[in-house]
């Protein structure tokens, strides 16, 4: 029984509809593949949708999938790279990150990003995607991510200063 049209806007099948293309780009930039794609928003919609009835703004139903979202794909991150170090898997990205009109040296220049991206710590990786292929203000990653705004700087320095020596490296 719905008493108000809010309450319309916040069902289940309506907000799958409207947001899970956001997820799903979200999803893909973190986790750089795309098998694991269908499984990670699977797990935010089925989280979404046992945390739904608490949601009273309509307007923060992205905000709060989005939040979803990143905590979900950190903890997948996290785990694989435990596999890798346990010799389970190896860490490869996805070559669907790469436009496909995209020049060799582009293809490249994206194959060692995520490459290096996949060394770095989870969360690390989750702020720096967020900002810079997302292109998520400060304030909203340090919600998302679960810190400070100052973290989310402090994080995002000095993964800039990593990947700028790789770069350097590479030349």
Do not use: N
């Not at 806007?9 to 997820?23: A, I, K, M």
Request: charged share 35%; hydrophobic share 40%.
């Amino acid at each position: 029984m719905r008493q108000t049209s809010e309450a319309a806007e916040l069902d289940f099948d309506s907000v799958f509809r409207r947001y899970s293309p956001y997820v799903a780009s979200v999803g893909l930039r973190l986790l750089g593949r795309d098998h694991e794609l269908d499984d990670l928003v699977q797990d935010v919609f089925l989280e979404a949708h046992r945390g739904l009835g608490q949601i009273r703004d309509a307007g923060s139903v992205k905000g709060w999938l989005a939040r979803i979202c990143v905590r979900r794909a950190v903890r997948r991150l996290r785990r694989r790279r435990l596999r890798a170090f346990l010799s389970l898997d190896t860490l490869t990205h996805d070559a669907q990150l790469i436009a496909p009109g995209a020049s060799p040296e582009a293809r490249a220049e994206v194959t060692r990003l995520y490459r290096k991206l996949e060394r770095v710590p989870a969360l690390d990786r989750a702020i720096w995607v967020l900002r810079y292929l997302e292109g998520e203000a400060l304030d909203d990653i340090a919600v998302l991510c679960g810190c400070s705004k100052s973290t989310v700087q402090r994080r995002l320095r000095a993964l800039d200063t990593e990947l700028q020596l790789v770069k350097e490296e590479d030349s």
